[in-house]
Structures are given as structure tokens and as C-alpha cells.
């Protein structure tokens, strides 16, 4: 547990990442991301990371460059970011999106701050997946230029399913929900 009271992500024991996981497996971590998104506490999970960082807003976005057909369409108010399965896990842990250097303390990342990098999304442009195993998070431009993008601002996480389909873990976890939450159907009376 850091100074500021938020606790790092556990060390990751591999530099490669995990291989993509099952539809039942997506779900799961779909439905963790979506249980974080509901949590009450993230306006303090904010705050609590602009003064461990001392960065009221950590993100910066640019125009990406989206070289090849792409497989996820894109909107103008939109900024996506590709990650591995790590960065969707330290989500649902954290409720707030991090860079590698935030999110591990400096033992994993590709830069030295806590800056976390996002594309501009391009509606004349698909993005791409970059890697095995990847996931792309997207979040309104909007919340990214506000400060840190907490779970419950992000709007879809993108990846593969095992049949190669491009799929929304956290719509997947939306559906499922709402389909739990609709009432029994009714069955008819029996006359006794």
C-alpha cells in the first residue's frame, strides 16, 4: 500500500502476457470491470491518485496512427488506449485506468511517469490490436481531457474472442446483467 492509502497492483511474475482468454473468462473479467465502474468510491480513487502522482489529470491524447484495415470503428469523441490483460485486471482492481508505471510502481513500464497514453479516435479509421492477447479500452475524449478516467467512464473494452470475433467485454457484462435482472417469466396458473 502506497503513502497516499492506494494499493499497487500485484507484481507481474511474466513480461509476456497471458494468452486470450475463453468467452466464459471474458465475462468474468467484463463483469469485474463493469462491478467496478458501480463502485461508490471513485471520485476518491481520483483524488487519491492525483496527490500519490501529483498529477491532476495523467492522460494525454494524440492523433494515432492507424496503419492497415483496423478492426474496431471509431468515433471522433472517443480515445482509445490498447493494453494487455494486465492493464484490464489493475481496472477492475483499481477503478481507474493507469499506465504501466503507475499501475506497477515503475517495476513494468515503457516510460518514467505517469502519463497514460491515449489515440484520438478516427471515424474514418478502424483501430488495430497490437500483440497477442490485446484489448483496447475506449473512453469519451471528453473524460480523458478532465482528468483521470475512472471505471465508470470508460464505454467499451474491446478484444477477441476465441472465434476471432471482435467482441465488448463490458457489453457482454451489460447484457448478461440485464439479462439477469429481468423477472421470472411468468408461468400460466394451474386450476386446481
Not at 16 to 30: F, I, K, S, Y
Not at 96 to 109: F, I, N, S
Not at 146 to 166: F, Q, S
Request: proline residues 7%; glycine residues 8%; negative net charge.
Amino acid at each position: 500500500m502506497s503513502e497516499a492509502g492506494i494499493e499497487s497492483s500485484p507484481p507481474i511474475a511474466s513480461a509476456e502476457a497471458p494468452a486470450q482468454p475463453n468467452d466464459a473468462e471474458l465475462l468474468a473479467l467484463g463483469t469485474k470491470c463493469l462491478e467496478a465502474a458501480q463502485r461508490d468510491d471513485l471520485e476518491a480513487v481520483a483524488a487519491d491518485h492525483a496527490l500519490m502522482t501529483g498529477k491532476d489529470n495523467p492522460n494525454a491524447h494524440s492523433p494515432g496512427l492507424f496503419v492497415g484495415e483496423g478492426e474496431v470503428p471509431m468515433s471522433a469523441d472517443s480515445v482509445y488506449r490498447s493494453v494487455d490483460v494486465r492493464a484490464i485486471h489493475d481496472l477492475a482492481e483499481s477503478g481507474v485506468v493507469r499506465g504501466a508505471y503507475t499501475a506497477t510502481g515503475g517495476e513494468r513500464a515503457q516510460t518514467s511517469g505517469h502519463t497514460t497514453f491515449w489515440n484520438d479516435g478516427n471515424p474514418d479509421k478502424k483501430a488495430s490490436f497490437k500483440g497477442k492477447g490485446p484489448y483496447i479500452i475506449e473512453a469519451p475524449k471528453a473524460a480523458a481531457e478532465a482528468g483521470w478516467v475512472t471505471a465508470d467512464k470508460v464505454t467499451a473494452i474491446h478484444t477477441k474472442n476465441p472465434a476471432g470475433e471482435v467482441v465488448d467485454m463490458l457489453g457482454m457484462a451489460r447484457q448478461a446483467a440485464a439479462e439477469q435482472a429481468k423477472p421470472a417469466a411468468e408461468t400460466p396458473a394451474t386450476q386446481p
